[in-house]
Antibody, heavy 119, light 109 residues
Framework: QLQLQESGPGLVKPSETLSLTCTVS??????????WGWIRQPPGKGLEWIGT???????YYNPALKSRVTMSVDTSKNQFSLKLSSVTAADTAVYYC???????????WGQGTTVTVSS | DIQMTQSPSTLSASVGDRVTITCRAS??????LAWYQQKPGKAPKLLIY???SLESGVPSRFSGSESGTEFTLTISSLQPDDFATYYC???????????FGPGTRVDIK
């Protein structure tokens, strides 16, 4: 069964870059028909889609975050990653990595990792 | 951008009640809508995709429907395990993004 696991620093200073990695196990990130994305949830608030990487290599970002987000896929390591630059306290959230079969909803979620932006 | 709204924001109900949550899109998204259930401290769980298709393993008391840009999640007979927050998400187009609704919390009456 496919599993996703987020990893990265739990504390990031304001103005710095948040970097997270999602490791895929139990399946290949190169399998066609799926996209791989990041979703976040600030404390006590709702879900926010950050962006998606397709198996084809294309990436799409939330327009509100586009200027600060970079996502990439490393097929050799079966991982995908998120970088969010110039962070502020508003970027404090639980960050989830996720798999979505094309045409479906997100069917596999990581457990989530809490990232706090604070000096 | 496609905006998603949900109503109500909070719903108080009893076990056995029929519960309906509505999600509206600001423009046409065809049937590209999913519903999720989230419990505190946990990742969301997919319930419904493509507006009305039940995800494998999800109890049949959950159902989804659509009418234009209005989508509905119905729980036919609320069970104790169903007290949670429910989110809709549109996934009509990669280029404009996959927006979530603000959520509906279902709590015990």
């Amino acid at each position: 069964q496919l599993q996703l696991q987020e990893s990265g620093p739990g504390l990031v200073k304001p103005s710095e870059t948040l970097s997270l990695t999602c490791t895929v196990s139990g399946g290949s990130i190169s399998t066609s028909g799926y996209d791989w994305g990041w979703i976040r949830q600030p404390p006590g608030k709702g879900l926010e889609w950050i962006g998606t990487s397709l198996y084809s290599g294309n990436t799409y970002y939330n327009p509100a975050l586009k200027s600060r987000v970079t996502m990439s896929v490393d097929t050799s390591k079966n991982q995908f990653s998120l970088k969010l630059s110039s962070v502020t306290a508003a970027d404090t959230a639980v960050y989830y990595c996720a798999r979505r079969p094309v045409g479906y909803g997100v069917d596999v979620w990581g457990q989530g990792t809490t990232v706090t932006v604070s000096s | 951008d496609i905006q998603m709204t949900q109503s109500p924001s909070t719903l108080s109900a009893s076990v056995g009640d029929r519960v309906t949550i509505t999600c509206r899109a600001s423009q046409s998204i065809s049937s590209w809508l999913a519903w999720y259930q989230q419990k505190p401290g946990k990742a969301p769980k997919l319930l419904i995709y493509k507006a009305s298709s039940l995800e494998s393993g999800v109890p049949s008391r959950f159902s989804g429907s659509e009418s234009g840009t209005e989508f509905t999640l119905t729980i036919s007979s609320l069970q104790p395990d169903d007290f949670a927050t429910y989110y809709c998400q549109q996934y009509n187009s990669y280029s404009v993004g996959f927006t979530f609704g603000p959520g509906t919390r279902v709590d015990i009456k």
